[in-house]
């Protein structure tokens, strides 16, 4: 099997359909989510280094490439430049953002830096003038995707065309660019503008040679009026693809990988409880002998409440026979004394987590061949800059990605992260598909760092019991309560959680003056965690769930409501 050191210290096995997707990452945050959306479509796609050479082998199967986006300009000297292959291959192009401007460089235009970048969502007009006849069919099924006449499944037919040759449409587009086409390269014809006055949707113009298309914004996230119809016009009816890929094919690949590359050895997972690594343990279990799998739980201090309890039974339900839990609440609230910078607590947090993973390990006996397995997703690697490529840039690090000890482990090929190709909501349909049970596959996420990085400042152990009840409150009241159509308000939410504050606030308690801490409520909606929006909270609701904070919480003496959307700021605060 195959190292990869830089990244997940194994390379799985790759799925061998009879068609795919290639999509070259340049260092974009959201090219794993082009790769998602394309496979909610039923295909398959593969991401790789955008430097990578093309070679045949890599190309066996493959319809078309989209080139992402990056966080480079062009025309910097470490700007990522494809393989000069990809311009002679004759497969489609797709370029998306920084993949339309690399086009346009490479082929003599102009790119250069605008004065006020575009970002978020800007209008865009799309049109179609009548001596557009001569494009090719291709061209034509490709602005199919624009047409808000043609529903998902004719397009998913690849045969959708244009309702008109006049077509005009207006939408938003979601754009993250501070750059922009002065000039096309010869061949190109812009066919869309935003509102700020610049190329937005581009072709080439000869169609039968270079059948290039390009967009100046990300239809890969949600924000994109018909961006999941605009990939699927270019997948099936510009590379007539057609829909082969399932989730229950990739849990067989998974399995079967894991079991070629594991063979007899023992596996030790740190599992947390949540969702994903909560999967990766039933995945464990299923794929290989449960006599060699090992599940380790660490009580930190640093969970949620009665978190111990709800592991132990939920792991026993799923057949563990060797269940270690490890009580360790005093080494690592020693450890974070002092601390209030975010990433230093995320450091000593991962380098703690390793070391006494080390110790525990030397007690229970296991070789020195043992397998490390952890919950990593795909958002993990990228916001920690360890995408695909080498071009991502660091977000804020993950105790299981960016430790130097973690690291370390990489380099040895020691460890087994079976969700690094995968986004939250791909790791709840793979748990649906292991049988875990519902509750446990609808969890709200929950980071490895626990409530250190839900505590702004310093990190102790008052504050995480006072954090620890008001969090548990909150949930518990979003699991009662009911939206209009009856659904619980913890099912309408992707992610919620409180966080406490490092001021205190002068409040009234009957009549007494109260200096109690702030706590902040979170609550967004979002399909992968990429991008996420604030639930628009029921007042009534809101205003209840607080005022049951102060009144049971003596210690908080204000509650607030975080309002800010991801982005421009994070889901988590640290």
Known sequence: ???????????????????????????????????????????????IPGDETLTGALLTGVRGII???????????????????????????????????????????????????????????????????????????????????????????????????TLTVSFTAWMSHGDTLTQLAAGFREYGRSSTGFPAVVIHQDQERRPWFGLQFHPEVSHSERGKEILAAFVFGVCACTVSWTMEQYREQLSASLAEQVGTSPVLLLISGGVD??????????????????????????????????????????????LHIVHCETAFLSALKGLEEPE???????????????????????????????????????????????KAHLIKSHHNVGSPLVKAKRQAGRIIEPLDKL???????????????????????????????RILGEVTQEKCAILREADALY????????????????????QAFGVLLPIRSVGVAGDVRK????????????????????????????????TLITNTVKDIGRVTYDVSSKPPATIEWE
């Open 1 to 47: 099997m195959q190292q990869n050191p830089d990244n997940t210290g194994i390379r799985q096995s790759r799925w061998s359909p009879q068609e795919k997707i290639l999509i070259l990452d340049f260092g974009s945050q959201t090219t794993g989510l082009i790769g998602r959306r394309i496979r909610d479509l039923g295909v398959y796609t593969e991401i």
């Open 67 to 165: 080139l992402s986006g990056s966080p480079e300009s062009v025309y910097t000297p470490k700007a990522p430049v494809p393989d000069p292959r990809i311009y002679t291959c004759g497969l489609p192009l797709l370029g998306i953002c920084y993949g339309l401007q690399r086009m346009t460089a490479d082929m003599g235009g102009r790119v250069e830096p605008l004065s006020q970048r575009e970002y978020g969502g800007v209008p865009v007009q799309l049109e179609l003038p009548g001596d557009s006849a001569g494009l090719s069919d291709q061209a034509w099924r490709f602005f199919a995707g624009f047409d808000r006449s043609i529903p998902l499944a004719r397009l998913i037919a690849g045969n959708a065309l244009p309702s008109s040759s």
């Open 277 to 322: 690594s909560t999967v990766v343990g039933a995945l464990l279990l299923k794929a290989l002998d449960p006599e060699q799998v090992h599940l380790m739980y660490m009580d930190t201090g640093l969970m949620r409440k009665d978190e111990s309890k709800t592991v132990q039974s939920a792991l026993e339900g799923l057949g563990a026979r060797h």
């Open 344 to 390: 230093a607590k995320r450091r000593v947090i991962g380098d703690l987590f390793i070391t006494l993973q080390e110790q525990e390990v030397a007690r229970l006996g296991l070789p020195d061949t043992y397998f490390l397995a952890q919950g990593t997703l795909y958002t993990d690697l990228i916001e920690s800059g360890k995408g695909v490529g080498k």
């Open 423 to 453: 986004y939250k909501d791909e790791v709840r349909q793979l748990g649906r598909l292991l049988a875990l049970d519902e509750e446990l596959v609808l969890r709200h996420p929950f980071p490895g760092p626990g409530l250190a990085v």
């Open 475 to 494: 949930i518990a009241e979003l699991k009662k309560r009911r939206s209009p159509l009856g659904k619980r308000l913890y099912d309408e939410i992707w």
């Open 515 to 546: 200096y109690g801490w702030v706590l902040s409520l979170r609550a967004v909606v979002s399909t992968d965690g990429m991008t996420a929006d604030v639930y628009p909270f029921p007042i009534k609701d809101l205003l209840e769930i607080s």
